[in-house]
């Protein structure tokens, strides 16, 4: 198979991918490979050392919630006595958004990819501003998870058990859902106003047939209203999923990982999927919410991008031109972000659309060839997390990663086709 065949086989592969939401269940449970004393995190493999400041806030968080630390101090003598593992949450099929800490306890969607059975999980959405993923660890933060666990994720796990009595199937098409929301000025990674609103229309009916008392249910249903992101956690694992059978291909330079861990920046390629090509993350240029600038700026961090790298996120932006209020910009901005991406990627989505560009597919399979041929690099849009941990989210924009990972990515990609013989 040559390049052009590989490639083409990767895109293929995307395109046929049906994501679909089947279940809840606790990441000790669920999560291959998930362990008592390991913690997932964004972006490439890191140790302690060499976190930032959001990561170390989410873990410190995290052992919080766990029950193995009472506060801040203790938490960190923990997270530095080598008794707490840390690795990728993208090496056990799971994304995470922000600094993307997903605990043993925490519930997690289960996403199906049902046209190659591969599955991968995400955490559930705890809102914007003062939250975990962007580092804080707050009593209210932690108040805020024990909830989603103990509340949330079961009226939500019976309620999708009771969806599939009225919908004759018990599971729920993120495909059609993400389709539906790009149609109504989403993009899939910043805003995702349309696609929680989506969701909640969908599993209404049977949240309100669950065994919750009235109470229960409107707490539920305002959490969910009152946070707009929700539904990144959702497309993100329907990302994850869509891309991970394209991974593996020889020959193939469709890139199937980007992510950050708020030091670094890493991508990963069809050809060499365990293979990790890292460079420094990168400041990001937007808005800051009152009182914060870019002093007060980690950088870029969070597993969110593998939304771009399926196809939607910030290659979509032209279709939500409203973005911009969030991260920065004006609506030809964003077209022109857009149209920058159908440069370096390989096709143009069968499934998702931008009405604004008479319904042309979104940009689909970043080629790393062709990255480096442009000079192009992929855009990305996405929250500003304070450098310091405790403190939380100050504000959104855009971003480009590091230009040496690609460009290291491509030398050891024609190294290694030159022994394989493609």
Not at 151 to 159: I, K, M, Q, R, S
Not at 181 to 201: Q, W, Y
């Amino acid at each position: 198979m040559n390049i052009d065949e590989a490639n083409k086989k990767a895109v293929e592969i995307i395109m046929q991918a049906q994501p679909t939401l089947t279940g809840f269940g606790n990441a000790l449970d669920v999560i291959p490979g998930m362990r008592k004393n390991l913690f997932l995190h964004a972006g490439p493999p890191i140790t302690w050392e060499k976190m930032s400041g959001p990561l170390r806030g989410a873990i410190i968080g995290g052992l919080i919630y766990e029950g193995l630390a009472k506060n801040a101090n203790e938490a960190e003598t923990l997270a530095k006595s080598g008794k707490i593992d840390f690795e990728p949450c993208h090496h056990h099929n799971t994304v995470g958004p922000m600094a993307g800490v997903v605990t043993p306890s925490m519930p997690v969607f289960i996403i199906e990819n049902k046209t190659f059975r591969n599955k991968a999980y995400c955490t559930i959405n705890e809102g914007l501003g003062k939250v975990l993923r962007f580092g804080a660890y707050s009593d209210d933060v932690i108040k805020r998870l024990k909830w989603i666990e103990t509340v949330l994720a079961p009226v939500l796990t019976e309620a999708l058990k009771i969806y599939g009595t009225l919908a004759g199937g018990g599971e729920l098409n993120l495909k059609n859902l993400i389709a539906q929301a790009l149609m109504m000025g989403d993009e899939g990674h910043n805003r995702n106003k349309a696609g929680t609103s989506l969701f909640i229309r969908e599993l209404a009916p049977a949240i309100t047939k669950t065994s919750f008392d009235k109470n229960t249910l409107a707490e539920v249903f305002a959490f969910i209203h009152s946070n707009d992101h929700f539904f990144l956690n959702l497309t993100m694992p329907a990302a994850k999923c869509t891309i991970q059978p394209a991974e593996g291909i020889t020959g193939s330079c469709i890139i199937t990982t980007m992510s950050r861990n708020g030091t670094e920046f890493g991508i990963r390629i069809s050809h060499m999927p365990d293979k990790w090509f890292t460079g420094p993350a990168q400041k990001v240029e937007g808005l800051y919410f009152p009182g914060f600038s870019d002093k007060d700026a980690n950088p870029d961090i969070g597993d969110s991008v593998i939304t771009e790298t399926a196809g939607i996120g910030g290659v979509a932006m032209a279709g939500a031109p409203a973005i911009v209020q969030f991260v920065g910009g004006t609506p030809r901005d964003a077209v022109k972000v857009t149209m920058d991406m159908y440069e370096i990627t390989d096709a143009e989505n069968s499934t998702y659309k931008i009405p604004t560009l008479n319904f042309r597919g979104t940009p689909t399979g970043f080629n790393l060839a062709k990255i480096i041929e442009t000079g192009i690099l992929p855009a990305i849009n996405t929250g500003i997390a304070h450098k310091e941990p405790g403190i939380g989210q100050v504000g959104a924009g855009l971003v480009k990663p590091p230009r040496n990972c690609f460009e290291d990515a491509f030398e050891a990609y024609v190294e290694s086709l030159e022994k394989v013989g493609v």
